[in-house]
């Protein structure tokens, strides 16, 4: 039994350098997506009229990423004119930065098809071994079991298949034409502790159309450090942002 227990545990330790290896070779390239929840289409306008008011925030606990520079001179490339006084802009953006940080596959999916205001929540998926069981006896399963666990411990432990991101809420607002106007109705749901809440409506009057959208910005390799990944998911983000002007 302790031979089976021998073979069971050196084929546990061939798979795992196997999956190791794999992950380190199909993941060797950096690799950055970045997509939006929903297609935002601006109306095109005049060049007397390319002018943008531009916020951006970051509530996220990484509160040393800016991007506010970039997007900023991104957008005057397209040759827009940046404004400080949003009552003097064609166009409001308005982004807000919800999550930076380590992720996985399935926590940017759902991040992406919830869509904007949704909340986001970071998660790290982890790895799976291989399990064998065979035999009668106890302390060779046991045996095996240990010695596998232990080569795929070691082999994860220096392979990792890992994955950044950053989650940002997008909202342009853009000037009705010809001075029109547009009614927003909205309303909120206010909870009181776990006893109760209250309902809150109201409407007003805007001079403006609304667009929303989330952009989430992925990228993933073997190993990957965080410093590695950030001015890749930046591009990506800010990339995208210009990219609707």
């Not at 800016?66 to 001179?73: G, L, N, P, T, W």
């Not at 970071?122 to 232990?150: C, D, T």
């Not at 409407?203 to 993933?220: D, L, M, W």
């Amino acid at each position: 039994m302790i031979k089976k227990a021998i073979v069971v545990a050196v084929a546990a330790t061939v798979l795992s350098g196997c999956a190791a290896t794999q992950v380190a070779i199909s993941k060797r390239d950096l690799d950055v997506q970045t997509k939006m929840s929903q297609t935002v289409f601006l109306d095109p306008v005049g060049a007397s009229k390319k002018t943008v008011f531009v916020s951006v925030r970051n509530t996220s606990d990484r509160q040393e990423l800016d991007v506010s520079q970039e997007i900023a001179a991104a957008i005057q490339a397209k040759g827009y004119t940046l404004m400080d006084d949003p009552d003097a802009a064609h166009y409001i953006l308005q982004a807000n930065i919800l999550q930076v940080g380590k992720t996985s596959p399935t926590a940017t999916e759902a991040a992406l098809n919830q869509g904007y205001g949704a909340a986001v929540l970071g998660g790290v998926v982890m790895g799976s071994g291989v399990a064998y069981a065979g035999g009668s006896s106890g302390r060779g399963i046991a045996a095996a079991g240990i010695v596998g666990a232990l080569a795929e411990t070691i082999a994860g432990a220096a392979v990792k298949d890992v994955y950044y991101s950053i989650s940002t809420d997008l909202q342009i607002r853009e000037r009705i034409r010809g001075g029109g106007t547009a009614t927003v109705n909205s309303a909120h749901q206010l909870k009181q502790g776990t006893s109760g809440g209250s309902n809150v409506t109201y409407s007003e009057q805007s001079e403006h159309k609304i667009y929303q959208t989330r952009i989430v910005s992925v990228a993933n390799q073997v190993n990957l450090e965080f410093e590695a990944a950030v001015p890749e998911l930046k591009r990506g983000l800010v990339t995208s942002i210009a990219g609707l002007f």
